[in-house]
């Protein structure tokens, strides 16, 4: 397997644009996670499916953020409008939490840069 | 999920044993320590879990002390490689209970 598969690797975009980002889990894992990074404050959960059914989005820190999860093969997280404090670096998990296997496998990451 | 508490920072020389130590001393008996690692620029990656038995792998051995208070991550023979943070994290291993909480973590630096 590939492992998880962000795309893009970058995003430069001006504030006011709308930005997706794409995340393909390992295929049979039934746990998505999205998680941001940034020097201020780390990494934060963001959202995270299991089953591709949203199970906690709390840590969306505002409205303009949004997940999807159609399928067990894709999700999304888009951000419209963008802001300039919404750049760092976003990380798509997966995990199977069956029995032996609980350890969540991390995308490279897409640096996004708004301007 | 449980609070951990890491020293922000340590330094390893190469081919020493690196020794990472992890407080959790609210962890509840359902609770896993976990540990994973990101070097820069990099996804964090799994390294190892356990319950409250010692557990080893081929990456590196986790010691959980009795009261499961403490655990304390060993990498046995440290490279430049190894230069990475590493993230202490407990929490629920299945269930709707399942996300990882990242905290702050340790910067290990392996030196020549």
């Known amino acids: 397997d590939a492992g998880v598969i962000q795309s893009p690797r970058h995003e430069v975009t001006e504030m006011g644009q709308e930005v997706t980002l794409r995340c393909k889990p390992i295929?049979?894992?039934?746990?998505l996670f999205w998680y941001r990074q940034t020097m201020m404050r780390g990494l934060e959960l963001l959202i995270y499916?299991?089953?591709?059914?949203?199970?906690?989005d709390s840590g969306m820190p505002e409205d303009r953020f949004s997940a999807k999860m159609p399928n067990a093969s894709f999700s999304t997280l888009k951000i419209q409008p963008s802001e300039p404090r919404d750049s760092a670096v976003y990380f798509c998990?997966?995990?199977?939490?069956?029995?032996?296997?609980?350890?969540?496998?991390f995308g490279q990451g897409t640096r996004l840069t708004v301007v | 999920d449980a609070k951990t508490t890491q020293p922000p920072s340590m330094d390893c020389a190469e081919g020493r044993a690196a020794n990472l130590p992890c407080n959790h001393s609210?962890?509840?008996?359902?609770?896993?320590v976990y540990w994973y690692r990101q070097i820069h620029s990099q996804g964090p990656q799994y390294i190892i879990h356990?319950?409250?038995n010692n557990e080893t792998n081929e990456m590196a051995s986790l010691i959980i002390t009795e009261d499961r208070k403490s655990s304390t991550l060993i990498l046995p023979h440290a490279t430049l490689r190894d230069t990475a943070v590493y993230y202490c994290?407990?929490?629920?291993?299945?269930?709707?209970?399942?996300?990882?909480?990242f905290g702050t973590g340790t910067r290990l630096q392996v030196t020549l």
């Open positions: 994290i407990v929490r629920v291993r299945a269930g709707t209970a399942s996300k990882l909480t």
């Open positions: 295929s049979g894992h039934d746990y």
């Open positions: 499916f299991n089953n591709n059914v949203p199970i906690d």
């Open positions: 609210t962890i509840s008996g359902n609770e896993y």
């Open positions: 998990a997966s995990s199977f939490l069956g029995i032996g296997n609980t350890e969540a496998f």
């Open positions: 356990g319950l409250k």
